[in-house]
């Protein structure tokens, strides 16, 4: 179980990675997967809001 677990992990670690690639080359900037979140430079929360529902994601923004 903890083999599939890892296994699945990974996926998660490499579509988070892909999806960061597409994200650094909409916005032209440079940010980093850490820790299972996906970190840009500056601000680009509407380009980053369009280019995941571009990808099939549903985005809701939170907080202020």
Do not use: N, P, W
Request: hydrophobic share 30%.
């Amino acid at each position: 179980d903890s083999v599939a677990s890892r296994g699945l992990g990974d996926v998660y670690k490499r579509q988070l990675k892909v999806i960061a690639k597409k994200l650094k080359q909409r916005c032209s900037t440079g940010g980093t997967v850490k820790d299972g979140i996906i970190e840009l430079q500056g601000d680009h929360r509407d380009a980053v809001k369009r280019g995941l529902e571009d990808m099939g994601y549903v985005v809701k923004f939170s907080g202020g």
